[in-house]
């Protein structure tokens, strides 16, 4: 199956700071999602992105499907963006997502 | 839309009760999946459904069975609960199914612990 790797591991920043996160994965995709898990547990879709750029927000994403990548920009951050970010991946006509082990963020005020 | 529901939240059992976690959807999503999450290991898939009465295996499916008997329910079983089964349950769905999972909703987690 397809191997997803996040990095880093573990991110700690001051509020107001820019950060970018990483996931890389080992085959074609055609399926790309970012979530964000906040410190209660909540799992929130933050974006749908198999291909190309998309921003919601101080949030932006890009995924280059070529070079089996993408990136998780978040600017400004605030205390309430942190939590676990994971990156999930699928492949075409496969139902099953595979999750990368996530990115855990700190936002100090 | 009430979205994903799971219950219960918590629940302790003993190694070799059995129970069931239960997971109701109200947005008419054809795909719905269970996934464990442990420490260290991100989400593994446990079963997913494509529709009602179509189920299958996911990478952890050993010590659970699951049923979908309606578009709106998709219960996860443990048969003979045991301690490597202590972890966070999600249940999630998605409208789109066949060319791959859609955007996928999550429910807020049930937290099972097996003694």
């Known amino acids: 199956g397809i191997q997803v790797e996040q990095s880093p591991p573990d991110l700690i920043l001051q509020e107001g700071a820019n950060s970018t996160l990483r996931c890389n994965f080992s085959d074609s995709v055609n399926n790309l999602q970012w979530f964000h898990q906040n410190p209660w547990g909540q799992l929130i879709n933050l974006f749908y992105i198999p291909s190309g750029t998309k921003q919601n927000g101080r949030l932006s994403a890009t995924t280059v499907a070529t070079e089996r990548y993408s990136l998780l920009y978040i600017s400004s951050s605030q205390t309430t963006d942190s939590g676990v970010y994971f990156c999930?991946?699928?492949?075409?006509?496969?139902?099953?997502?595979?999750f990368g082990t996530g990115t855990r963020l700190t936002i100090i005020p | 839309n009430a979205g994903v529901t799971q219950t219960p939240k918590f629940q302790v059992l003993k190694t070799g009760q059995s129970m069931t976690l239960q997971c109701a959807q109200d947005m008419n999503h054809e795909y719905m999946s269970w996934y464990r999450q442990d420490p260290g290991m991100g989400l593994r898939l446990i079963h997913y459904s494509v529709g009602a009465g179509i189920t299958d295996q996911g990478e952890v499916p050993n010590g659970y069975n699951v049923s979908r008997s309606t578009t709106e329910d998709f219960p996860l079983r443990l048969l003979s609960a045991a301690p490597s089964q202590t972890s966070v349950y999600f249940c999630?769905?998605?409208?789109?199914?066949?060319?791959?999972?859609?955007?996928?909703?999550f429910g807020e987690g049930s937290r099972l612990t097996v003694l």
């Open positions: 999630a769905s998605s409208l789109e199914s066949g060319l791959g999972t859609g955007e996928l909703f």
């Open positions: 999930a991946v699928g492949n075409f006509g496969n139902e099953k997502l595979t």
